[in-house]
């Protein structure tokens, strides 16, 4: 049972640079989400999604979008990299509202 | 808003200590509580969790009870070990009339090492 499954593990991007973080579950949960983590300061939500077609801002959405044509995938995409993005992504889903979640192993990312 | 509190890190113990790290939280509504783990270059994983109040959750050695008087949730295991290492998360998943839509606020964590 593969879980979430989060691709690339590792990048490295020049400013204003686009790309795509991948994000895949095979649990058919319908809530996914996905959150920065910066040291000191655990982990922010980006966006979330509570079913196909439906997603929303978190806490911190600005240089991000999200779109969700299919319960499995929910990928996130920098439009124009800054240096304030370098962190590590975690994109995690769950069953349902106050359910735990369930985490991908992050994706390491670097913005020059 | 909602707001989840650690303990100042990192905590460094030998083996077969008595750990406690200390949460707090704020919440509208009556919230879900939970501890995650994350061990060197890996995700999240759930600890354990708590779904009302005087609830108690238990994984793997650790405790921890939902105290909604006091608004913590401390994490507590009595004899940690080496493989115990981690990064530690309380996070909150609460209601505010209506639904969470399954969003998670998370404390700072806190970095755990345990010494031979």
């Known amino acids: 049972n593969a879980g979430v499954t989060q691709t690339p593990k590792f990048q490295v991007l020049k400013t204003g640079q686009s790309m795509t973080l991948q994000c895949a579950q095979d649990?058919?949960?319908?809530?996914m989400s996905w959150y920065r983590q910066d040291p000191g300061m655990g982990l922010r939500l980006i966006h979330y999604?509570?079913?196909?077609?439906?997603?929303d801002q978190g806490e911190v959405p600005n240089g991000y979008n999200v779109s969700r044509s299919t319960t499995e995938d929910f990928p996130l995409r920098l439009l124009s990299a800054a240096p304030s993005q370098t962190s590590v992504y975690f994109c995690?889903?769950?069953?349902?509202?106050?359910?735990?979640?369930?985490f991908g192993d992050g994706t390491r990312l670097s913005i020059l | 808003g909602n707001s989840v509190t650690q303990m100042e890190g990192p905590v460094t113990l030998s083996e077969e200590a008595f750990l406690t790290i200390n949460c707090t939280y704020t919440?509208?509504?009556?919230?879900?509580l939970f501890w995650y783990v994350q061990y060197p270059g890996e995700g999240l994983q759930l600890l354990l969790k708590?779904?009302?109040?005087?609830d108690k959750g238990s994984n793997k050695g650790f405790e921890a009870t939902y105290r909604k008087e006091t608004t913590s949730f401390h994490l507590e295991k009595g004899s940690v070990q080496v493989s115990d290492s981690a990064v530690y998360f309380c996070?909150?998943?609460?209601?505010?009339?209506?639904?969470?839509?399954?969003?998670?606020?998370f404390g700072q964590g806190t970095i755990l090492t345990v010494h031979p």
């Open positions: 995690a889903s769950s069953p349902g509202s106050l359910q735990p979640q369930h």
């Open positions: 649990m058919n949960h319908e809530y």
């Open positions: 999604s509570v079913g196909a077609g439906i997603t």
């Open positions: 919440a509208t509504g009556y919230p879900s």
């Open positions: 708590a779904t009302k109040a005087d």
């Open positions: 996070a909150l998943s609460a209601n505010a009339g209506g639904t969470s839509y399954g969003k998670l606020t």
